[in-house]
């Protein structure tokens, strides 16, 4: 990913239109497979400049890809009569430094409860495992310490520490705790089935609005892990721990590739 920004000054003459000509040149951006996202903001202190920032899948793919491509000319049409007024068009790399402040709400995990609170849910869990009659025998011979990892990943993945990634080696780890077991879909559901009822013995928070987020990654995991287990699978195998937000399932991307890998399309 990389983030261009284009800061333009617009003279007062043109300025009732420059708006209105981004709404236009906006339709183009939502059809291009290279854009992510984009946000055109105004100055508060010096109203005649504007920032547009557009996120890019990369550089080539926004300079060759989109630029190549058949939305472009509708994009450019659009904006044409303000491209005299750009004083800078830049492409920006995140470095990695970012955080939320104060005003921002808690994250899942420490609405969660933090640490202990995953600690707890996962000893409920695999303790429901054990006696259920259709995961028992795939956790049979269980690391004693597994209950414990598995809650390190959830902490992780619901905003806490990175934990699991800086021990257990994060998302490839865990994608190869799956690979070739063949999970099928009710053990699937009974798996989720059993988390919430562990969620609902330890006592997390069930306000609609964390059971929703809570629910959702646990239905996206399973599902992707269920695809990931299959015989034959060729799966991503080299991706962050996924994130999850308040409401928001998070774009999954792959991370850098050894030469000669394929991921799954």
């Known amino acids: 990913m990389v983030i261009e920004y284009i800061r333009y000054r617009v ?10 000509a981004y709404e236009r040149a906006a339709v183009a ?27 890019w899948t990369s550089v080539d793919e926004h300079l060759r890809g989109f630029r190549g491509g058949p939305v472009f000319g509708r994009f450019f049409a659009a904006i044409r009569p303000y491209v005299e007024d750009i004083e800078e068009m830049r492409h920006y790399r995140p470095t990695g430094i970012s955080g939320s402040g104060g005003a921002a709400p808690p994250s899942l995990y420490e609405w969660a409860g933090g ?38 990943w959830l902490a ?5 520490p990175a934990t699991y990634t800086a021990e257990r080696g994060g998302y490839r780890h865990m994608l190869g705790q799956h690979l070739g077991r063949a999970i099928s879909e009710a053990q699937r559901r009974r798996w989720v089935n059993l988390m919430m009822d562990a969620a609902d013995e330890v006592g997390l928070p ?29 799966p991503i195998r080299q991706a962050p721990v996924p994130r999850w937000g308040w409401g928001v399932a998070p774009p999954y991307q792959e991370g850098p590739r050894p030469a000669g890998t394929r991921g799954a399309e």
């Open 29 to 55: 951006l939502r059809a291009a497979p290279q854009c992510v996202d984009y946000e055109l903001s105004r100055c508060l202190d010096d109203p005649a400049t504007y920032v547009l920032r557009i996120r």
């Open 156 to 160: 992780e993945v619901f905003g806490g």
């Open 206 to 234: 069930d306000d609609p609005e964390f059971r929703a987020a809570f629910t959702g990654y646990l239905e996206w995991g399973t599902r992707l892990a269920v695809r990931n287990s299959q015989p034959g699978a060729d």
């Open 115 to 152: 640490v202990d609170a995953f600690g707890r849910l996962c000893a409920a869990f695999y303790r429901l495992v054990r006696s259920d009659d259709l995961l028992a025998p795939i956790f049979a011979r269980m690391d004693p310490a597994h209950a414990h990892h598995v809650a390190m």
């Open 11 to 20: 003279p007062q003459e043109r300025l009732d239109g420059f708006e209105a």
